[in-house]
């Protein structure tokens, strides 16, 4: 089997080569002074035209649909935002003695965001799950994650350098929750545009995060936050993001079948329960800690984002075939 085709199978796409291929820019080419400020600018206004396009591409009709089934729905809200900050509280509390404090708070991070939306969509296609469910449920979660995402972290991430403040949620209101809700008014307009140019949402989508993380991790390497972490520490949370890989899988699938839910929506609750959204992630994060060093604080939700489409990928393979893993009911 060739390389490039076996990478695509367990999730490994272009998209993610080009993320690491950013990250190993900024260590080499990182923005600094003016360059520095141009690249922080062009990132802000990425995100703005980004939750615009978001706003615009949301079929309000898939999601009044997707609420028939209202217990799945509950189910896939509770995991993403009630089992998912308790399981992040856990497991930061448990590894403080280990791991730095940005890199604590990144974990605490990780558990207050939204599902995924084109992954936990596309694996649920691909395991033969609910698909209209998971498109709700993916839209739902982001949506009420622009909301709910920055009065968790009031809620539970510390106040302090780099913390969050008053100032912050205000800054979501106008760079996020303003653009979304006027993509939403103008979708009659150009929602059908939008859609039939997958090309140019794709590139806004995936062009604005390979921009923030780019700013973010230059500013990281200009500060010499990198010079906190070694091999050792990397390991570390490597583990601790698999555990919480492993805890949102079982809890996903534990769930599922205490709720004996029917099969295909078994496999919407799975992948839109254990996912989280880098694409909502990096940009939320860019304004609840500006001024802190951002780039060790998304380090979790990197490696947790690339960590969940490889596992997940497999998985879905695996019931697209017929094998069922460990912990689905027959």
């Not at 060093?293 to 998304?298: G, V």
């Amino acid at each position: 089997m060739a390389l490039p085709v076996f990478l695509k199978k367990i999730g490994i796409d272009a998209y993610l080569i080009a993320l690491l291929g950013v990250v190993a820019l900024s260590f080499v080419l990182p923005a600094r002074g003016v360059f520095a400020e141009i690249v922080g600018q062009a990132a802000y206004y990425a995100v703005a035209l980004l939750f615009f396009v978001y706003g615009a591409k949301l079929k309000t009709e898939a999601v009044v649909a997707g609420f028939a089934n209202w217990r799945l729905q509950a189910a896939i809200l509770a995991i993403t935002y009630v089992a998912f900050p308790l399981f992040a509280i856990a497991l930061a509390f448990a590894s403080r003695d280990v791991l730095p404090e940005e890199l604590a708070l990144g974990l605490l991070y990780i558990g207050i965001l939204p599902s995924t939306v084109q992954s936990s969509i596309a694996f649920t296609a691909l395991a033969k799950g609910n698909v209209a469910a998971a498109v709700c449920a993916a839209s739902v979660s982001n949506l009420l994650g622009v909301i709910v995402t920055p009065l968790l972290a009031t809620l539970i991430l510390q106040a302090g350098d780099g913390g969050i403040n008053g100032g912050a949620v205000v800054n979501i209101a106008i760079q996020i929750v303003l653009p979304f809700a006027l993509g939403q008014a103008f979708r009659p307009l150009i929602g059908n545009w939008i859609g039939k140019h997958r090309l140019l949402s794709l590139t806004v989508d995936r062009g604005s995060i390979l921009l923030i993380v780019y700013s973010a991790f230059s500013a990281g390497m200009v500060a010499g936050i990198w010079l906190e972490v070694d091999a050792v520490t990397l390991a570390a949370i490597a583990a601790i993001v698999c555990l919480f890989l492993v805890l949102a899988i079982g809890i996903s699938l534990g769930l599922g079948r205490l709720a004996q839910f029917a099969r295909e929506d078994n496999r919407a609750l799975l992948f839109c329960g254990s996912t989280k959204s880098l694409a909502s992630g990096v940009p939320i994060a860019n304004i609840l800690f500006a001024g802190g060093p951002i780039s060790l604080i998304i380090l979790p939700l990197m490696l947790y984002h690339q960590i969940q489409l490889v596992v997940c990928a497999i998985i879905a393979q695996r019931m697209a075939v017929g094998t069922e893993p460990i912990g689905e009911k027959p």
